[in-house]
């Protein structure tokens, strides 16, 4: 079977992009694996799916899979992608479109070069919506927010973490110095602790100033990636419900700025960052 795809990134973070409307597919995990591998496939974080509108309340449905195959709910970085894709394909003439996913809909908006804004939807902050079992724990006050202790291990300190659902799972801590954070120790312990039954994304932030942070996260099923669109969302949601941040929130990751915008309880996150077409080519599978 042969495949055609289009290689886009969002502030690093890469995806393959296939048009599921003008061909024939349904792609099995061991498919994902291989397109997502950097030596015998295209390589990406996330093999991401154009799907026809299944409701007439929505213009598209989106499907995500992490680089080892699992589905997923949500991808904010990804959404910027898609949303650029299926304008440059001429698949869609609108500037703000509505796109369903596993994790809800969201409404990405095409903004002048290559930046789009993403309406993330309301974060989910309750332990039971995030998933997260808080069974037996004591949360510690800070601000708005509640911190939840987790433990990673005899050896290891107790980790304080928000956790947030932005349509899929977060945990984020702060950190003094992100460059010396434990992420490729951490985060592995953190995406497979047993108080996330949907396994998490693990965010690790370092506050620089009110409006302004630095970010690494370990992405469930993808390792680190260079950035995490809903793990900016989560981390700025987290600092300013802990009175640590202001919005709007400029985020630093090592592939790129993201910037968030959140006015508290009740509204959506809005997440604006670049959207890059990289290269088209076709994979025999």
């Not at 690093?12 to 061991?30: H, K």
């Not at 409404?107 to 997260?132: C, H």
């Not at 809903?230 to 919005?247: D, E, F, K, W």
Request: aromatic share 6%; net charge negative; glycine share 10%.
């Amino acid at each position: 079977m042969k495949v055609k795809f289009t290689k886009m990134h969002g502030a690093g973070n890469d995806f393959v992009v296939i048009d599921a409307i003008r061909q024939q597919i349904e792609l099995t995990p061991e498919q994902c694996r291989r397109l997502a591998d950097r030596r015998f496939g295209v390589g990406a974080d996330q093999i991401l799916v154009v799907e026809a509108a299944p409701s007439p309340d929505v213009d598209f449905r989106y499907r995500i899979y992490n680089a080892d195959g699992g589905e997923v709910e949500q991808c904010g970085n990804g959404a910027r992608a898609f949303a650029r894709f299926v304008s440059e394909h001429g698949l869609s003439a609108k500037r703000t479109i509505r796109v369903a996913t596993l994790g809800g809909v969201i409404a990405p908006t095409l903004e002048d070069g290559e930046r789009v804004t993403v309406d993330m939807g309301i974060p989910l902050l309750e332990p039971v919506q995030v998933p997260f079992d808080s069974t037996g724990l004591q949360a510690r006050h800070e601000g708005h927010a509640m911190l939840w202790p987790l433990e990673l291990g005899a050896d290891r300190d107790t980790t304080w973490i928000s956790v947030v659902s932005m349509g899929n799972p977060h945990a984020v801590q702060m950190v003094p110095d992100i460059e010396r954070a434990a992420v490729a120790t951490e985060g592995p312990l953190i995406e497979h602790h047993p108080r996330f039954p949907q396994r998490v994304n693990a965010g690790f932030m370092q506050i620089l100033d009110p409006h302004t942070i630095k970010l690494r996260v370990f992405e469930r099923g993808a390792g680190e990636t260079l950035a995490c669109g809903t793990g900016a969302c989560a981390a700025a949601v987290a600092g300013i419900l802990r009175g640590r941040l202001r919005s709007p929130v400029s985020v630093a990751t090592r592939g790129g700025q993201l910037s968030i915008a959140w006015d508290g309880a009740g509204c959506a996150v809005q997440m604006t960052g670049p959207a890059v077409t990289v290269f088209e080519g076709e994979i025999t599978l």
